[in-house]
Every structure is written in structure tokens, then in C-alpha cells.
């Protein structure tokens, strides 16, 4: 196995930021050397240079690497989710488009920010597997009507399989080649284009149904259903005894509530703007304006809530019957003459 580490990313201009943020952190937290492959279609040389400018402050700053793919691959596509991004494809062309002597890599969402020390998880076994993945927070079942529902009758997967995130993947490369992955999974997106739901990560799920290995939940904490996935009933007492005590190690912003452009409000999304200052792409006075922006839909989205819930509950008053809107008066004592 290699002594550094090879990190694929795929992304386009409207995620320029959060990539920068997820390459930095993954070679910050990184006890060994990195190399960053950049699949993309659209971005600019400017950005670029600031992905460079970003990721040369660190210490020890990852070797990048520009791949740029056709801008035609998979644009015809539905992607399902409407915060999902065609880019997301450019994942099932990775075999190719990295140089051949790489054979294994970790594959990372520029949604993610990378808290722990990558090593463990490069280094982790596959048995056989052709990926490492942990399972989906939001999908649990392949059964469920926004996963796999639509095709678990053709393809023989079981309605209570455990659906994976493809957010962050360890890739046996060189078994993704030889059993033509991406060949498989185009065919699927092909045969399913109307049913679609997660983009990639369905076909990479059905392709792969019996084909991965499961990683601990640290490596792909996602935050958008972490809450309700810990009492999941599809998890075994072990798992959900592990969600418990788990410390993320990468911290996934999955879902539409990203921590750039959302009302969200949590030390997670504390710890992301943090990072996004630590990575100067803004400079000094553009993240504050950024910040400000940012706040400012916090305010707005906090205000939204409360209005909708007091809403909510004069609704909910007005529709009960007089009888139960005033409360019973008490008892009269009688007292004897």
C-alpha cells in the first residue's frame, strides 16, 4: 500500500467553496501525504487557483491534481434530489480518468469536512469488496419508496437490505476496473432513468448490493438525518449502540441544509464556518460579508419557524370544539347552613 494518501473529489463551479473546505481538512487531518484527484467539467482556471491559494496555507498542503472530464457525460441524466448536482457522476468515471497505477483511493463528497485522522480508514480491509462504505442515515432500507423501491422486484435485492451513503467510499480501484463498475452502473441508470432518486448512489447501491464492505459510522457521520437515524428501527442493537458513543471522524452535510447556504444553526455548522475562514477563500473582508449573509438567513429562517408554529398552533386552536378551548371551572363547594 502506498505511504501517502489518494483522495478523489468531483465538483463543478457551484461547489468551488465547499471543495476547497473538504480538501483542506482532509489533508490537515492527515498523518500521511496526500494526493487530491479533482474530477470536474466546469471549473474555472481562477478557481482553481483559489482551491490552490486555500489548500498552500496548510502545513502540509495536498499535491492536486485537475481531471477534467466530458462535458457531456451523464448531462442528459436526472439527478433525482434537487440538491444534488450533476457532478455527482463524475464519481462513477473515476476508474478511467485516474492514472492506472492507482489503485486504491477514498472518495469524498465536497459536502464533508474531514474532523479525525484519514489513516485508519485508508488502511482499512475490504475482504474482497470492491468498496468500504457506511450505511445511508436518510435510507436506511432498500425497500423504502425514496430508495431502491422501484427496482428490488427486477434485480432480486431485498426490500430490508441495508442501503450505504456514497458520499465517502474506499475504492478498490483496480477491482472497480476489471469488473467494469461504471459499465454496470450506467446500464442501470439507462434501464431506470425515470424512477431515479439519489443520482449515482442508486445504481452504485443495486450494482454493488452484495459487493461491499461496512465501515464504521465514524467515517460518514451525516448530519441531516443523524438525529432520527439513531433510533431507526432497521438498526440491530449493536449498531444502535454504537451510534451512541460514536465520534465522527468526518462530518457529512448531506441532505439540502448545507452549512454555507442554509439556516442551520449548530456547533457542526459553528465548526464549518470556522473552517471556511481557516481557508482564507473569501479573505478577510468577503467572509465577513459572507458571514453576514449567512446570519442573516439564520435570523430569517429562525423567524419563518416560529411564525409557522405559531400559525400551527392558532389553527390547531381554532379547529377544537368550544368545549375543550375553555378550561372546566371548578367545583363550587356548598357549605351547609
Aim: with cysteine; net charge neutral; aromatic share 8%.
Amino acid at each position: 500500500m502506498r505511504s501517502s494518501i489518494d483522495i478523489v473529489c468531483a465538483a463543478d463551479e457551484r461547489f468551488a467553496m465547499p471543495l476547497a473546505v473538504t480538501l483542506c481538512s482532509a489533508a490537515s487531518n492527515s498523518s500521511l501525504p496526500m494526493r487530491a484527484f479533482v474530477l470536474n467539467t466546469d471549473l474555472s482556471q481562477q478557481t482553481r487557483r483559489n482551491i490552490e491559494r486555500a489548500c498552500s496555507n496548510l502545513d502540509r498542503p495536498p499535491q492536486l491534481i485537475w481531471l477534467d472530464a466530458d462535458q457531456d457525460y451523464l448531462a442528459d441524466q436526472p439527478v433525482g434530489l434537487q440538491h444534488l448536482s450533476k457532478a455527482t457522476y463524475l464519481r462513477l468515471a473515476m476508474g478511467r480518468m485516474l492514472p492506472a497505477e492507482v489503485n486504491r483511493a477514498i472518495y469524498l463528497d465536497s459536502d464533508v469536512l474531514v474532523v479525525k485522522d484519514l489513516k485508519p480508514l485508508w488502511e482499512a480491509e475490504l475482504n474482497g469488496n470492491v468498496v468500504g462504505v457506511v450505511r445511508d442515515f436518510m435510507t436506511p432500507l432498500a425497500g423504502m419508496h425514496n430508495a431502491l423501491g422501484y427496482c428490488i422486484a427486477d434485480t432480486g435485492i431485498s426490500a430490508d437490505h441495508a442501503m450505504f451513503n456514497a458520499g465517502i467510499l474506499l475504492i478498490d480501484l483496480k477491482a472497480y476496473r476489471e469488473k467494469n463498475i461504471e459499465a454496470e452502473c450506467l446500464a442501470f441508470l439507462d434501464r431506470y432513468r425515470d424512477d431515479i432518486q439519489s443520482a449515482d448512489q442508486d445504481a452504485l447501491n443495486a450494482v454493488l448490493h452484495d459487493r461491499h464492505q461496512l465501515l464504521d459510522f465514524q467515517w460518514n457521520v451525516q448530519m441531516g438525518a443523524w438525529n432520527n437515524f439513531k433510533s431507526h428501527p432497521a438498526l440491530s442493537d449493536a449498531e444502535r449502540k454504537r451510534l451512541a458513543e460514536v465520534e465522527p471522524a468526518i462530518l457529512h452535510f448531506s441532505g439540502s441544509g448545507k452549512p454555507w447556504n442554509s439556516g442551520i444553526r449548530s456547533p457542526h455548522c459553528r465548526l464549518y464556518v470556522n473552517k471556511v475562514n481557516e481557508s482564507r477563500w473569501y479573505g478577510v473582508t468577503g467572509f465577513r460579508v459572507w458571514q453576514a449573509k449567512r446570519l442573516a438567513t439564520c435570523v430569517r429562517t429562525v423567524a419563518v419557524n416560529r411564525f409557522a408554529s405559531f400559525m400551527h398552533n392558532r389553527a390547531q386552536r381554532a379547529t377544537k370544539p368550544a368545549a375543550e378551548q375553555q378550561p372546566a371551572l371548578p367545583a363550587m363547594k356548598v357549605q351547609s347552613q
